[in-house]
């Protein structure tokens, strides 16, 4: 008989996200009364840039007419999508980024998932606690995470790289050494970052072991302070140790249309084969490459006036983080983040668990946010704010959690 995945068995309930939909619909539909207030994924509230609807409605005219009709994208991405990404978000950095080192995708999410498949089997991976649960799930669905032990709310065979309030929320060089590295900045949930110099050491320590790094830069768009590094490619050495994920969900509002890319540097080699040639054959043989209309979308956003239109939308969702912020510190919690990322991680009061913050806080207030220990283990009496409200609203919810 048919035996199904064994691994995809051990995941641990739904995945975060759905997990809170389904509480929060199940409350919704006990109290429609209620005006909820959905401060919990970090999905986007203002509409796409007016230069990315200009190129969608271009594009979805040019697929009407014979000669400009398009069908299969080239498998790794667009041309001039893949050139204005190299000029953009590289060359401007000063990082040698070639457009042949860049693969588009349908957004960060599918690539951070799925990049682990170019790696064996029994590749040990470290991850930040806490950290956004794709890197850890996709784990252990290909069978790499070992045994959940209950007590302590982790993998056995998972090197988790504790972030808390003693180590400002910046993960330590792990005494095992992993083959495979997940680092987010600015991260994902607790909103916190590294210096340029702190990643260094990072990339010099990838080097010297042989380890890679998946460096996630989906928050990129947010940073605000000048020794904060935009990409792991203004380090030096990073070309041969760090692959790059980026998204165009929270800089220019893309998580409905979706659109992303990968860099693998062809100095990337392990074992003797370059990453890239694996990756380039893993997107070949599973995939279609991102609809041409979206790529046109995404080009429309490197344009002089798509630069500008998505700095105002930072701009937007970092005076909600300000809000946030400054009216949970004058009510007494303990706050973090906010500065250079769209999250505001705060301690529980009165040592609740992060569960029991989340129903306190969705019963008494109707403001809904995400707890911390579904992040992980060290997550646990914390809770995740997202800034990616309507401006309105986020002023109503911090009102309704400061007169509870
Ligand atoms: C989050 O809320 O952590 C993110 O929005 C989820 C995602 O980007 O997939």
Redesign the pocket.
Known sequence: MLEVNQDYLKLRGSY??SEIGKRVNAYAKANPDKKIIRL????VTKPLPPVVIDALHKAVDEMASEETFRGYAPDLGYEFLRNAISDVDYKRLGCDIAPDEIFVSD???CDCGNIQEIFSKDAKIAVCDPV???YVDTNVMAGRAGVFDEAKGMWDNIIYMPCTKDNNFAPELPSEVPDVIYLCFPN??TGSTITKDMLQVWVDYANKNGSVILYDA?YEAYISESDVPHSIYECEGARECAIELK?F??NAGF?GLRLGYTVIPKSLVRGGTMLHSLWARRHGTKYNGAPYIVQRAGEAVYSAEGQKQIKETVGYYMNNAKVILSGLKDAGFEVSGGVNAP?IWLKTPDKMTSWDFFDHLLNNANVVG?PGVG?GASGEGYF?L?A?GKYDATLEAIERIRRM
């Open positions: 975060l996200f919990g994924i970090g999905d957004g960060a999410k956004y649960p794709v994902n949930p989906a998204s969900s929270k998580t999250y995400t992040f995740r997202t990616f």
